[in-house]
């Protein structure tokens, strides 16, 4: 079965994460599978293993996911759009795929519509159309305006076969954050969470005993990193190691290092899953993968939901998360190091929370989905 799976991350790298976790699924399967990634290179992601094309790259202009930025900071034009359609339906036509994954895609990146219309509309025009899914993660970030809902809902009517929603639903539904019709609902497939296989202990041992600070890998959380910073000097008891993301990682580090704080600054690693099983606590943002790795390895976590420019999804998650044992959720607008250190002591006073009843196996039922459906339509 050949897959193909259109994803584009603006800010954080997130989406991609899950594209590729979803991508070696696929490939474990025996499947052929190819990524299309519209967003910047994100090299301590693991690629092995998967085929992934390079789209010309985008970014958001911060929170502004209206203004798509180019590599070299000026607003993408539609020369470079139209660069990027051609290049993903000239995939679609190579491929021939059985199987069309649109990750977020109607339910979000509405600034890339033409470009997910023309590669839906390419694919319905195959001789063979394949099945065309969504892909979308537990909680969206919800309609501004009850139009949003209604064009998405006619996308899925017109063009697509099934909605992959990545999330267990006994602790999360699509109705928390997205309004469900009949129709809609007839169309949602739970999956579970999809997560990587649960971290194994780091061989060197990495982050034991440290309070491990992140902020996903993209190029947010400066204000994270400064009130941990301070939390550093107050608690100096403490190993605080400040994992950094996005490609300006080392130029932010020199504006955030305070010579007077203990915390060490360093740029996001590709073993920082490893070392979350030996780290004390950690301190992050609440996305689904880092929330994912949280519930994996059971880790004291004081969670600080990412709301910069009316973004609620990750406070959402976060309300979701803080009733279990071992979580606290802080908001931004309350995050100083004196509070980070509070929730700190909070989490690490809890008792271990168990999270087996959660289901992790979102990638593997992905391919099951997938693989019955295309069977159907053979």
């Not at 990545?166 to 309004?179: C, F, G, I, K, N």
């Not at 100096?236 to 704080?261: F, H, Q």
């Not at 009316?310 to 509070?339: H, Y």
Request: hydrophobic share 40%.
């Amino acid at each position: 079965m050949n897959v193909l799976i259109a994803v584009t991350h603006l800010l954080g790298t997130g989406h991609l994460a899950r594209a590729l976790t979803l991508a070696r699924a696929f490939v474990a399967q025996g499947h052929k599978v190819q990524i299309l990634s519209g967003g910047g290179p994100a090299p301590q992601l693991d690629h092995s293993g998967v085929d992934l094309l390079q789209l010309p790259p985008l970014r958001s202009d911060g929170v502004d996911f209206t203004r798509l930025l180019t590599p070299d900071g000026s607003v993408a034009d539609e020369f470079y759009h139209h660069s990027r359609r051609d290049m993903a339906c000239a995939a679609l036509q190579t491929m021939q795929p059985d199987v069309l994954i649109t990750e977020l895609y109607p339910f979000g990146r509405r600034s890339l519509r033409a470009e997910f219309n023309a590669l839906l509309e390419a694919a319905h025009r195959l001789p063979r159309r394949p099945i065309v899914l969504a892909s979308i993660r537990d909680i969206l970030a919800p309609p501004s305006k009850p139009k949003k809902a209604e064009q998405a809902e006619e996308i899925i009517s017109r063009y697509y076969d099934g909605v992959l929603v990545h999330s267990d639903p006994q602790a999360t539904r699509l109705e928390v954050s997205w309004p469900v019709s009949p129709a809609l609902a007839a169309k949602l497939h739970y999956t579970g969470y999809v997560a990587p296989a649960a971290p194994t202990p780091h061989p060197d041992g990495a982050g034991a005993g440290e309070i491990l600070v992140s902020a996903g890998g993209g190029s947010v959380g400066d204000a994270l990193y400064r009130a941990a910073i301070e939390a550093s000097t107050l608690r100096p008891d403490l190993t605080w190691r400040l994992l950094v993301g996005g490609a300006d990682a080392k130029s932010r580090i020199d504006d955030l290092k305070d010579p007077t704080a203990p915390a060490i600054l360093e740029p996001a690693r590709p073993d920082f899953r490893q070392m979350l099983c030996h780290a004390k606590a950690s301190v992050s943002m609440c996305g689904y993968n880092t929330a994912l790795d949280l519930l994996q390895t059971g880790l004291p976590a004081v969670i600080v939901p990412f709301d910069a420019g009316n973004e609620v999804e990750q406070s959402l998650r976060a309300q979701s998360l803080a009733p279990l044992d071992g979580f606290a959720a802080l908001r931004a607008k309350d995050l100083t190091g004196k509070t980070l250190c509070q929730s700190l002591d909070s989490v690490l006073a809890a008792p271990a929370r168990n999270c087996d009843s959660f289901r992790f196996d979102g990638a593997a039922r992905t391919v099951e989905i997938a693989a019955n459906m295309a069977q159907e339509r053979a």
